[in-house]
């Protein structure tokens, strides 16, 4: 694990993406959180730049890669966000976003989860209207979002749908889920562990590593040192040491 760390921290960051959702296509276990997790938590630059870095690596695209090895409802949600070019500005519309709110909770309510128009609103929405959409519709209906969609606890749609909003509008509080499981379970996940501390060392680890602790009540660092030994360890606290600063 630690040259697979070496090799992931040596790449350009579109050129990272590119290998980690390919990596993705081709397997099943968590790729579809993988590929939901770098649409959703890059830029839009930094998602079109990955595409391009896709493209000339592999001769073909991310997008064709995501159709060919994805089906059903998966395959509905996961197309449009590897394809999407999100607007980035704080503008909202109020408006949309009440109207938006309803025509979520109508759907929801019906169980349509994978419905064209809940897809479109998370798919293509700006991350700043998305926010203002999901509390308006805590507010007007009581509940947060993510609450609503767990009816099924064990459906791994959904699972993939609340992962989806939680990029969008807290990705501190995801990432650290990711970390937190990654280090909790019996025996490390070292690719989760290396994909997140990597991906996020010079983005916002400080702030998933500050929910850490909030959440943990263990800085996140003390966490790496009790769960990994070795060059392994030595690198990831280089990667991670400047958010305790």
């Known amino acids: 694990m ?7 921290w040596a790449l350009d960051p579109a050129e990272r993406d590119a290998l980690l959702a390919n990596e993705a296509t081709k397997r099943w276990t968590s790729s579809n959180q993988v590929l939901m997790e770098i649409a959703c938590t890059r830029s ?19 997008e064709e890669d995501v ?11 996961l197309l449009p966000l590897v394809s999407s070019y999100r607007y980035e500005g704080e503008e909202v519309n109020m408006t949309l976003a009440k109207t938006e709110a309803k025509l979520l909770h109508e759907k929801i309510s019906d169980k349509a989860y994978s419905d064209d128009d809940v897809i479109r609103v998370l ?25 609503d969609l767990k009816a099924d606890p064990k459906d791994e749609f959904l ?9 969008l509008v807290y990705p501190e509080k995801y990432f650290e889920k ?68």
Do not use: M, W
């Open 67 to 77: 159709a060919h090895h994805t089906t059903g409802d998966f395959r509905k949600l």
């Open 123 to 147: 798919a293509t929405r700006s991350k700043a209207q998305i926010n203002a959409t999901l509390n308006h519709y805590k507010n007007e209906y009581g509940n947060d979002i993510n609450k």
């Open 2 to 8: 630690t040259l697979r760390l070496v090799l992931l």
């Open 178 to 245: 990711v970390l937190r499981l990654a280090i909790n379970r019996r025996g490390t996940d070292e690719g989760a562990l290396t994909r997140v501390v990597c991906t996020r060392a010079e983005v916002d680890l400080k702030i998933i590593a500050d929910e850490y602790q909030r959440r943990n009540s263990v800085p996140l660092t003390r966490a790496i040192v009790k769960d990994t030994h070795g060059d392994y360890e030595k690198l990831l606290l280089v990667l991670a040491g400047h958010v305790e600063n």
């Open 44 to 62: 839009a630059n930094q998602l079109l730049h990955a595409r391009q870095a896709y493209h000339a690596r592999y001769k073909k695209s991310l």
């Open 159 to 167: 699972a993939l749908l609340r992962s989806t909003v939680k990029c």
